[in-house]
C-alpha cells in the first residue's frame, strides 16, 4: 500500500512537475517561434529589398574594388576543365591580383554566385554558348565555377559535331553546360573548331541552320559573336562553299555584321519557343593591343601591365561603337517582335581589365621563333581573358539574369 500511495503521490507530483514543463516548453517555444518569426520576416525583407534595388540597378555601371578575400570564386589548378589557353598562373603569370577583383555597380551589389543554385535552376535543362573564343572562355569559366559543386563521378566532358560542341554534364541534375563554335554565328570558312585561320573569310550571310539545329531547343542560350568581323570588308557568299555557280561579293563591315545579326534575329524568331527559351547576347570584349590609347608608349601593348585603367568611361579603340550600335537595334526589333533578347553588356566594365589578359603567359600553338621569344610583346595575347578573371565576372552577370527573371522582365 505504502508503495503504491507513494507511486501515486510520486505520479501526481510528477504529472503537475510535467504540467509545468510543459507550459514552460511551449512559452519558450512561442518566444523562440517569434523570434525566429522576426528574423525569418527580417531576412525576407532583407531578401526583397536586395532584389528591389536589384532591379533598379544599372548592373553594367560600376567599378572594380578589390576583394582577395572572396576572389577568385575558384582556384585555377582545381579546374577540371581549365583551359591551357587561359591559366596564365600555370604557364607562369607571377602576379596574380587579376584574379582578386569584385565588380560593384553604383547602385546595387551583385548576388553572390551560387553554384548549387544555379545548378538547381539548370536541373532537366541545356545552358549553351555559341560564338567565338571570347564566348569558349566564358563557357570554361561557367564550367569552373560550378564543377567544384559536382562530385567527380557525377560529372563529364564530351565532344561531338567534329568538335564544334562541347557539352559538359552535371549528371546528379541531368543538366548541361555546352559550348558551340560559331564564331560569326552564320556559316563561314572559319568554323572548324581547330583549323579556322584562313588568308581570306569567306562568310554565308544568309545561312546559319547547319549550326541552329545543334543549340535552338536549349533552354537558355548565351551568344557573341564580334572579333571575326574586325576588318574593312568581308567576302559574302550567296550559295554553297562546294556550289561552283555561286555568287561572292565583298561587303563592307558594318553592313555585313548586320546582315549576319539579321539572320540570326530571324531565325530566333522563327524558331525560338517563348515559353522555354532565355536569350543573352554578350556584347564585344575590348581588347588591350595600343598602349598609346591609354596613355602608355606607341608599340606597346598589354605586355606587363599589372594595373586597371582608372580613367572612368575609358573606351579603346578595339571596341567598334557602331558595332555595338547594330547589336542593340537588332535586339530592339526583335523584342519589338515579342522575343526578349537580354544584352549583357560586359564591354565598359572589362575596358578597365588591361591587366587580365595571358599576354605572354598560356600555351602557344606554335613553336615560337627566335625573334619572337627577344620581343616577347610581339607574341601576348591581349584579346583572351585569364581565368580566374574577368570573365568570371561576365557570368555573374548572367547568373543574376538567370537567378532573377524579374530583371529581364
Ligand atoms: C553599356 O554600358 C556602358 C556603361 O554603363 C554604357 O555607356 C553603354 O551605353 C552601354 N551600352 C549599351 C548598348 O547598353
Ligand atoms: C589580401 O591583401 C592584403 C593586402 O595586399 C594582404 O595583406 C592580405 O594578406 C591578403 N589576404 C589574403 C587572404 O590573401
Ligand atoms: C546555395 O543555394 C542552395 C540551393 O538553393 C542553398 O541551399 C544554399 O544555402 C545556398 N548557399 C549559400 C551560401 O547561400
Ligand atoms: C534530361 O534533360 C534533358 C534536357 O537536357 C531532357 O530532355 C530530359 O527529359 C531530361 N531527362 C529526365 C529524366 O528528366
Ligand atoms: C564531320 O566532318 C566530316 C568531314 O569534314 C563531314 O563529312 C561530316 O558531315 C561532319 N559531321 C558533322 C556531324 O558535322
Ligand atoms: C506558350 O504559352 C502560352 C500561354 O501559356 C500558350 O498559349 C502557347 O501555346 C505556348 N506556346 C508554345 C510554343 O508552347
Ligand atoms: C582611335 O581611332 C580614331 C579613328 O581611327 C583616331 O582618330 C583616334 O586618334 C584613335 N585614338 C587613339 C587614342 O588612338
Redesign the pocket.
Known amino acids: 500500500m505504502a508503495k503504491a500511495h507513494q507511486i501515486v503521490v510520486g505520479s501526481n507530483w510528477g504529472i503537475r512537475n510535467i504540467f509545468q514543463s510543459l507550459l514552460a516548453i511551449l512559452a519558450t517555444a512561442l518566444v523562440v517561434t517569434a523570434i525566429y518569426l522576426t528574423q525569418e520576416g527580417e531576412q525576407w525583407s532583407h531578401e526583397r529589398n536586395k532584389l528591389h534595388a536589384l532591379s533598379k540597378c544599372n548592373l553594367f555601371s560600376g567599378n572594380w574594388v578589390f576583394d582577395n578575400e572572396s576572389y577568385p570564386l575558384y582556384k585555377e589548378q582545381h579546374c577540371t576543365f581549365m583551359s591551357d589557353q587561359l591559366a596564365c598562373q600555370k604557364f607562369g603569370r607571377k602576379d596574380l591580383s587579376y584574379q582578386n577583383w569584385r565588380w560593384k555597380p553604383h547602385q546595387c551589389d551583385l548576388p553572390r554566385f551560387n553554384a548549387t543554385a544555379l545548378l538547381e535552376r539548370l536541373r ?3 545552358m549553351a554558348f555559341v560564338g567565338d573564343s571570347l564566348n569558349r572562355g566564358q563557357w570554361v569559366s561557367m564550367v569552373c565555377l560550378v564543377e567544384s559543386s559536382v562530385p567527380p563521378t557525377l560529372k563529364s566532358m564530351r565532344t561531338i559535331a567534329n568538335g564544334s560542341l562541347n557539352i559538359f554534364k552535371a549528371e546528379e541534375y ?3 553546360i555546352e559550348f558551340y563554335w560559331a564564331p560569326l554565328l552564320v556559316e563561314s570558312n572559319s568554323d572548324d573548331p581547330v583549323n579556322h585561320r584562313v588568308a581570306e573569310r569567306t562568310v554565308r550571310v544568309h545561312a546559319i541552320e547547319k549550326h541552329a539545329k545543334y543549340w535552338t531547343d536549349a ?1 537558355i542560350l548565351v551568344f557573341n559573336t564580334f572579333l571575326w568581323w574586325r576588318r574593312r570588308a568581308m567576302n559574302v557568299l550567296w550559295g554553297s562553299f562546294e556550289d561552283p555557280n555561286g555568287v561572292m561579293k565583298r561587303v563592307e563591315m558594318v553592313r555585313v555584321y548586320e546582315m549576319a545579326l539579321r539572320t540570326w534575329s530571324d531565325w530566333l524568331e522563327v524558331h525560338i519557343n517563348r515559353n522555354k527559351t532565355n536569350l543573352f547576347f554578350v556584347s564585344m570584349s575590348p581588347t588591350h593591343q595600343k598602349a598609346h590609347e591609354w596613355g602608355g608608349a606607341r608599340g606597346e601593348n598589354c605586355y606587363k601591365e599589372s594595373d586597371q585603367i582608372r580613367e572612368e568611361g575609358y573606351w579603346g579603340n578595339g571596341s567598334n561603337p557602331s558595332m555595338m550600335r547594330v547589336v542593340e537595334n537588332v535586339i530592339e526589333d526583335l523584342n519589338g517582335r515579342g522575343l526578349k533578347v537580354q544584352l549583357l553588356n560586359i564591354t565598359q566594365l572589362s575596358e578597365y581589365r588591361k591587366e587580365g589578359h595571358p599576354s605572354i603567359y598560356r600555351k602557344q600553338w606554335d613553336p615560337l621563333t627566335q625573334q619572337q621569344l627577344s620581343n616577347p610583346k610581339t607574341y601576348a595575347d591581349c584579346i583572351h581573358w585569364c581565368l580566374p578573371g574577368v570573365p568570371d565576372v561576365w557570368n555573374e552577370l548572367l547568373y543574376a539574369y538567370i537567378l532573377h527573371p524579374s530583371l529581364t522582365f
Open positions: 532537366n535543362k541545356r541531368n543538366a548541361t533552354d
